[in-house]
């Protein structure tokens, strides 16, 4: 790894690495709302990293900080495209993101791409599949990119709050496409979805009609699925895979609008298949905006998120009492 993408990373964390977990982090300067937000819509990392930090933290005292600085960014979100990338581990998602990001960032010099993600395990053990600073070496150098590790602790809910509203910082902060990537599991699918505009679910050649493990929920979730790992002697497998999950499709009418989910080959590896993916994401966002789907969609996950935060809220108040 290079000196520079060490040190974009470590910045984009926002915090001192602990090498040596015995020694105390140094103590957090106080924050200064109005000054974070204006780093923050100049376009800033830092001030964005910093920002995600405060939104992600679950101190008492910094929850008035938040609501302040969210409602101060507010009316300066809500235009970027937001993707939801799955699959299970080993399937090639961070792979994939960083080819295929490095593509988008290539194709349109007016992009800024944003990776989060919800990793179930890391609230769980702290530990992490998907939260490894190696991964997305070349994209994290990107002057155009901003990549987050994975938020560890707290329940699922929570993480899952925080990327929302760290999806809505990079917004403020200029960010045209919000990637966030989760480890196909099941659950975490559920929190992603309620996150985002389109759900790209990656899969791997595979055999017979065990359907690689794509669970009946995740697939009706999918709004896209690509085959990955498709290129050279695995293309005729994959091509067979991809048969099987189009005609399983049919079999979910679960869409609240009238799409198909396409099913495309890719090699993340070989950046091939990428034209394809970018046509399906194009048509995907024209036909749900031309269907009222795409606000629809958003206004309900609003819905949703207001709904969370009123059960966590009265949780959190039932818990504090004796
Ligand atoms: P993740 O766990 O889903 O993030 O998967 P990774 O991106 O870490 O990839 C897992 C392994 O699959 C790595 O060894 C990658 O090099 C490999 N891989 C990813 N994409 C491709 C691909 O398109 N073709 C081939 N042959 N291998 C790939």
Redesign the pocket.
């Known amino acids: 790894m290079g000196e520079d993408s060490h040190l974009k990373i470590n910045a984009a964390v926002g915090d001192v690495p602990s090498i040596n977990p015995r020694l105390r982090r140094p103590k957090r300067p106080a924050v200064n709302v109005e000054a974070l937000a204006q780093g923050i819509l100049a376009g800033e990392d830092r001030a964005l990293a910093q920002g995600i930090t405060l939104v992600e933290s679950t101190l008492q005292k910094d929850h008035l900080l938040k609501v302040q600085l969210l409602e101060r960014l507010l009316p300066s979100t809500g235009k970027a495209f937001r993707l939801g990338i799955s699959?299970v581990?080993?399937?090639?998602?961070?792979?994939f993101l960083e080819h295929y990001g490095l593509h988008l960032l290539k194709n349109d010099p007016t992009a800024k791409l944003a990776v989060l993600a919800i990793d179930p395990s890391s609230t769980r053990s702290g530990g992490s599949i998907l939260g490894d600073k190696t991964r997305m070496v070349a994209l994290g150098q990107h002057e155009r990119a901003f990549i987050r590790p994975t938020a560890s602790g707290g329940t699922l809910g929570g993480v899952a709050r925080a990327t929302k509203e760290a999806s809505l910082l990079a917004e403020a902060a200029g960010y045209t496409h919000i990637l966030i990537e989760t480890v196909g599991v099941g659950q975490s699918e559920t929190a992603v979805s309620q996150l985002v505009d389109c759900f790209l679910f990656l899969a791997m050649p595979g055999t017979g009609d065990e359907l690689q493990g794509i669970k009946k929920g995740i697939m009706e979730m999918a709004d896209l699925i690509a085959i990955?790992?498709s290129?050279g002697e695995q293309r005729p497998r994959a091509e067979r895979s991809a048969a099987e999950i189009r005609r399983a499709l049919q079999l979910f009418s679960g869409a609240p609008f009238d799409w198909v989910p396409p099913v495309l080959l890719v090699?993340?590896?070989?950046s091939e298949g990428f034209e394809a993916v970018d046509e399906a994401l194009d048509r995907f966002e024209r036909h749900s905006r031309a269907q009222g789907w795409w606000e629809e969609k958003r206004s309900q996950q609003n819905l949703y998120w207001f709904e969370h935060q009123w059960r966590e809220g009265l949780w959190e108040w039932a818990q504090s009492g004796p």
């Open positions: 699959g581990p080993g399937v090639g998602k961070s792979t990955n790992k290129e090699s993340a590896l070989q």
